[in-house]
């Protein structure tokens, strides 16, 4: 599944993170998963789960996604790997347009989340909402309510 919703996460075992850009931070001591690096994820970016934890419980988050194939797709996203040593993103073309984008695999411990989600996902998916509240709203009324204004 797809998820696209500022807030939303990921946990896995492996996973692939494709963005037109990825910065690393300094090494830091997570206080839950230890030593780890931060990585944000900038322009387009994405994170897929390509193998589950096992056992399959969150570690950081409860609303963690943590089915395989679940996919972060944002503007901007960060993640965190459990693992000191820098991975090197490789580039890629044909990602999304013209544009060349880097991608990354992780073997260890992975944690994503959408900082800034598409603002035009976004925007969509408020005006479905806001018709879906108008249709509902139109259907409530009593039909006796509804005879009165004819």
Do not use: W
């Not at 300094?26 to 900038?42: D, E, M, Q, R, V």
């Not at 820098?86 to 013209?98: C, F, N, V």
């Not at 260890?108 to 879906?132: C, G, M, Q, V, W």
């Not at 709203?137 to 004819?150: D, G, K, V």
């Amino acid at each position: 599944m797809v998820f696209y919703n500022e807030g939303e996460k990921i946990e896995c075992q492996h996973s692939e993170i494709i963005a037109k850009e990825i910065i690393p931070s300094a090494p830091y001591n997570h206080p839950t998963i230890g030593l780890s690096l931060k990585y944000k994820c900038n322009r387009n970016g994405s994170a897929e789960i390509t193998k589950e934890l096992e056992p399959k419980e969150s570690r950081l988050s409860e609303d963690s996604n943590l089915n395989i194939s679940d996919k972060l797709n944002a503007e901007k996203l960060y993640f965190i790997v459990e693992k000191i040593i820098r991975i090197k993103p490789k580039r890629i073309s044909g990602h999304t347009g013209r544009h060349g984008s880097q991608k990354m695999n992780t073997k260890e411990y992975s944690f994503a989340e959408i900082t800034k989600p598409f603002t035009h996902i976004k925007n969509a998916l408020e005006k479905r909402k806001r018709e879906l509240d108008k249709q509902k709203s139109l259907n409530t009324i009593p039909p006796s309510h509804i005879a009165s204004n004819f």
